[in-house]
């Protein structure tokens, strides 16, 4: 069955670590690939996306992403935390094909402590 | 540009009643997705309509049907509530039905069946 995996349920954090949250995805074709985020109290919003070009995309708030198709991935990763990223990051896939649905991840809760 | 919005915000109903939400996508967009995030399910795909038409409905029994308006304004109706129809309902749109395009969530009903 088509799904999309994230690694880590909840990752825990001080200001200024890396982090990194990995993403699978087993479908078969061509993907579109997002990261949405969720900060306590506000709305999903989109983090970055991907659909064709370079691997390497750039997101808002100093995050980014790599999507390597040999490995059916797509990791965020920001290099240096602040306390405002505490929030629960999810990770999206679209098949580009007639079927359009967006199918998330569980979600990772990301706390950083100040 | 105004976002997305749902109402009501909150909603509690009892085993075997009907309920309507409601969702106005942001000007200009098309396309309306209904979701639902369950304690412990993540995000699942209910319902996608563009143009006035279901395009994809998700793995939902037909209890859980909508409609899209001429103005693009959406509403999901849940008949013949069941416990665990308890969940936070979201609403997303977008400016087409494409693939890559941005899906922009709502804000959310939360849904509590007694």
């Known amino acids: 069955a088509q799904s999309v995996s994230q690694h880590n349920h909840h990752v825990i954090l001080s200001e200024a670590a890396s982090l990194e949250l990995g993403c699978n995805y087993s479908?078969?074709?061509?993907?579109?690939l997002f990261w949405y985020v969720q900060y306590p109290g506000q709305h999903l919003q989109l983090l970055l996306k991907?659909?064709?070009?370079?691997?390497l995309v750039k997101g808002i708030k100093g995050f980014e992403a790599e999507f390597i198709k040999s490995k059916f991935s797509f990791n965020l990763r920001k290099p240096s935390v602040q306390w405002s990223d505490t929030a629960e990051y999810f990770c999206?896939?679209?098949?580009?094909?007639?079927?359009?649905?967006?199918?998330f991840g569980a979600g990772t809760t990301v706390t950083v402590r100040a | 540009e105004a976002g997305v919005t749902q109402s009501p915000t909150h909603l509690i109903k009892t085993r075997g009643q009907q309920v309507t939400l409601r969702c106005s996508p942001i000007?200009?967009?098309?396309?309306v997705y209904w979701y639902q995030q369950a304690l412990g399910l993540g995000l699942q795909f209910l319902l996608w309509?563009?143009?006035?038409?279901?395009?994809n409905r998700g793995n939902f029994p037909p209890r859980f049907s909508g409609r899209q308006f001429p103005n693009y304004s959406s509403e999901l109706n849940v008949n013949a509530l069941e416990l665990e129809d308890s969940a936070l309902y979201l609403c997303?749109?977008?400016?087409?039905?494409?693939?890559?395009?941005?899906?922009?969530f709502g804000p959310g009903t939360r849904l509590t069946v007694l």
């Open positions: 997303a749109s977008s400016s087409s039905g494409r693939a890559a395009d941005t899906q922009y």
């Open positions: 000007s200009g967009h098309t396309s």
């Open positions: 999206a896939v679209t098949l580009v094909s007639n079927d359009y649905k967006l199918s």
């Open positions: 991907y659909f064709s070009g370079d691997p």
């Open positions: 309509y563009d143009e006035g038409e279901e395009r």
């Open positions: 479908y078969g074709g061509t993907v579109n």
